[in-house]
């Protein structure tokens, strides 16, 4: 059974850091991309970043280029997202999926969820 475990949110003053990770059994890992996205109340699910299965190409939405940092580790079956200079525009429930296309524009073909794990960034 393919599982997507993400973990690591929590309540963070603004210009605090967090990593995400998400936890990955039942497939083999390092065949497939992975991407983190992102949803706000009342607002539409975005995507956040997603990193390709072996090379290590990444992909970054405009809002958070320069402050996140999208890794994996596939000895371990898992990936990160370290988020640096947190906003209150950031907090949202993120999730991570199984992609199975990446391109430089992001990740295409999602086709297991992660439950997710809520960030609050709030002074």
């Known amino acids: 059974e393919v599982q997507l475990q993400a973990s690591g949110g929590g309540l963070v003053h603004p210009g605090g850091s967090l990593r995400l990770s998400c936890a990955a059994s039942g497939f083999t890992f390092d065949d497939y991309p992975i991407g983190w996205f992102r ?18 190409n990444t992909y970054y939405t405009k809002s958070v280029k320069g402050r996140f940092t ?17 906003k209150p525009e950031d907090t949202a429930v993120y999730y991570c999926a199984r ?6 524009n992001g990740l295409y073909g999602m086709d ?9 960034v709030s002074s």
Not at 72 to 85: E, F, I, P
Not at 99 to 104: D, E, L, P, S, Y
Not at 112 to 120: I, S
């Open 39 to 56: 949803q706000a109340p009342g607002k539409e699910r975005e995507a956040v970043s997603c990193i390709s299965s072996t090379s290590g």
């Open 70 to 86: 999208i890794s994996r580790d596939n000895a371990k079956n898992t990936v990160y997202l370290q988020m640096n200079s947190l």
């Open 99 to 104: 992609g199975v296309i990446f391109t430089t």
């Open 112 to 120: 297991y969820w992660g439950k997710g794990t809520q960030v609050t």
